[in-house]
């Protein structure tokens, strides 16, 4: 098969990146001769071993973490389940957990779910967010109670990019005496974290959105944290994690994490400049545009604009003419056109969640490509809103 890479315009980095050409290095010698088992007792399996604790120290170190306290899993999905049943079992009497509107849905399915399938028994709350998509720090405290097992609050969000005070409000649980996990998916290599002074109990993160493969995540654990296997089998992992690791991909994660520490100023400065360079000329050049979000608190890469009256998914059909890839907060999930549940948690307009286009940036991307779309977008919905009645309306 082949993905003509050399000619997109890749723009969705929050949903996944392009593997970085040293982490693709790293990892090829584990794809092909080096195949031994880190369990094994011989030399041959024992030196990928040491390699894998090579990777856990480049992840802690990103984090501010300490290796042990590293967890290699399959996903971000598998950290944040993970965290959340093991908070259950260690406290079986309490029934309640704290959480927001505008979760990933691995979060928010898994909510969903335990409340369902044990009848309701588990209680959760979740929080409301402001119009711009932030959080109000005395109404979450409000929401802890005795009965409450864990909290689990996104770093950062996917869709806006917006950044919750999560230092704040794991200073808060702990005063509370609960355990706080926190989705930092999209935030790790993006924004510098120190977990070594943050009271944070779990954290996932997701090696394919930071230029990392596909299918390898991390569970953090603070040590201390009282902890229960969600994957139980054999003693890989410290016991935390059965079954065998995901060896070329731990390999490609640890890289990732040591190249994310090295690129975070770009990230935060030149990456940052595209991003806004691409916001400030759509908002200006398209009528009826606005940002979703919060201007400042939001990470370097993202921008997410509502251009009214117009359909995600036909101005991303029409980004497509020209190779550029970007996505929609209307995903035509099971045929109903439903608005993101993040953009109608923040309350945005229906004319306005329906036209709303996520452009997530990386380090790849160059200035060329900003204007080109820069240049691109503006035609595209003004002959969209052209077909639109709701624009004719107006
Ligand atoms: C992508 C993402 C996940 C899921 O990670 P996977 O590795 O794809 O399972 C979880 N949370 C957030 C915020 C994400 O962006």
Same mark, same amino acid.
């Given at each position: 098969m082949k993905c003509d890479a050399e000619k997109v315009i890749y723009m969705d980095n929050n949903a996944t990146t392009r593997i970085a050409p040293e982490v693709v290095d790293a990892m090829m010698p584990f +794809?092909? &001769?080096?195949?031994? #088992?880190p369990s094994s007792m011989h030399v041959f399996g024992g030196q990928v071993g040491r390699v894998v604790e090579k990777a856990r120290k480049q992840v802690a170190d990103l984090?501010?973490? @300490?290796? %042990? &306290?590293?967890?290699?899993? %399959?996903?971000?999905? @598998?950290?944040?389940?993970? $965290?959340? +049943?093991?908070a259950l079992q260690a406290y079986p &009497? !309490?029934?309640? *957990? =704290?959480?927001?509107? =505008?979760e990933h849905p691995a979060i928010k399915h898994l909510c969903e779910n335990l409340s369902r399938m044990t009848g309701h028994k588990y209680r959760i709350t979740r929080l409301q967010v402001e119009s711009d998509g932030t959080l109000d720090i005395e109404k979450y405290e409000e929401a802890l109670t005795e009965d409450t097992a *864990?909290?689990?609050?996104?770093?950062? #969000?996917n869709e806006t990019g917006v950044i919750f005070p999560v230092e704040k409000m794991a200073?808060? $649980? !702990? &005063?509370?005496?609960?355990?706080?996990?926190?989705? $930092? =998916?999209?935030?790790?290599g993006k924004i510098a974290i120190d977990l070594s002074t943050i009271d944070v109990d779990f954290?996932?993160?997701s090696g394919h !959105? +930071?230029?990392a493969p596909k299918g390898v995540g991390v569970l953090y654990v603070k040590k201390g944290t009282p902890? =229960?296997?969600? *994957?139980?089998?054999?003693?890989?992992e410290g016991g935390r994690r059965g079954g065998t690791e995901n060896v070329a991909s731990i390999i490609g994660l640890g890289r990732a994490c040591e190249l994310a520490q090295e690129m975070m100023g770009e990230e935060n400065s030149r990456v940052r400049a595209l991003r806004d360079r691409l916001e400030q000329g759509l908002l200006a050049s398209v009528p009826k545009s606005m940002l979703n979000g919060h201007k400042v608190d939001r990470l370097p890469n993202t921008t997410n604009i509502s251009f009214e009256f117009v359909e995600g998914e036909a101005i991303l059909l029409h980004m497509n003419l020209y190779n550029i890839c970007a996505s929609s907060g209307s995903a035509c999930t099971s045929g109903s056109l439903e608005p993101s549940h993040v953009l109608r948690a923040m309350g945005v307009p229906f004319t306005a969640a329906h036209g709303s286009i996520r452009f997530s940036l990386s380090i790849y991307n160059t200035e060329a490509e900003v204007d080109f779309v820069l240049e691109k977008m503006p035609p595209i919905i003004a002959e969209l809103r052209e077909l639109s009645p709701f624009w004719k309306a107006e």
């Open positions: +794809l092909t &001769e080096c195949y031994g #088992n984090i501010g973490s @300490e290796p %042990s &306290e590293i967890t290699f899993t %399959s996903c971000g999905t @598998e950290s944040d389940s993970t $965290a959340i +049943l093991s &009497e !309490k029934r309640h *957990i =704290v959480t927001t509107r =505008v *864990i909290v689990s609050i996104m770093w950062a #969000n200073s808060i $649980a !702990k &005063e509370h005496g609960i355990l706080f996990h926190t989705d $930092a =998916v999209q935030a790790v954290l996932s993160l !959105k +930071l230029h902890f =229960v296997p969600f *994957i139980v089998g054999g003693h890989q």
